[in-house]
């Protein structure tokens, strides 16, 4: 089954963006991102619908079955004959363990999860956390993560070609950039108080904490507490240094 590939748009409607089977391309390194240019959403077409194709008419990747009787895959779930068989899937996919805890979940309740807490789809954050782990001397392993991408995310149930794979990631990419450049900005410009700043910080670090714990990160209480220190000690040292800018 090869479908388009996922949709420029943040994915508003917290359905899964369909993405097309690979085509096969080997190992893509960083500098693919030249080729595609990035969108707020991470995909080559336009439309807040998954799949994007408007040419298609049709946003459900199981609408086209409804007609053609029983036995087409159903809204959300995997397609069986589109993963690979157990033989085809590399020895690091098989054993890549990152997002277990997530077995189960469909597409659309993470990705309103991650949208009411962050600036990110559940696709970019996924596919983000996909290309720091499987990240080489010669770049990131685009064509397989995204061959194999049902089988490293329960909650993704398509194949993404390495080029949708170097969208979402480039969009991600984006959006982290605008996104700390507006709380930098936040945090100079003097708009908080100094304890409205540590509660936007606590905020943010339990968050982001919480992301990493589905991912698998065993985070013990030391090290949360040594890292909520560290972070605020750097947002104390941020604030004196703009308040020292703001009066040269």
Known sequence: MTENPPATADDDDGREPVAASSDGEGRESRAASDDVEPADGGGPTGGDEPGGDDSTGDDDPGAASDSAGDGGPSPGVPDESNLP???EVPADVQ???RFTKMDGAQYERVNDFIRERTYVTAREWAIARL???FRTETGVEMTKIG???PELVPFMTDTYT???VNQARASFEEKVRKAGATFLYGAMCDFFTAEE???VM???TEVAKFLLEVEGVDLSVEEELDAEERISSVMREVRQ??????DE
């Not at 240094?241 to 703001?246: I, T, Y």
Request: overall charge negative; aromatic content about 8%; glycine content about 0%.
């Open 131 to 133: 290309c720091a782990d």
């Open 202 to 204: 606590y905020e943010s």
């Open 147 to 149: 061959e194999n991408l």
């Open 197 to 199: 700043l540590d509660d």
């Open 95 to 97: 054993k890549y363990e």
């Open 85 to 87: 068989s157990d033989d």
């Open 241 to 246: 240094a703009s308040e020292e800018l703001r």
């Open 162 to 164: 390495p080029q949708a």
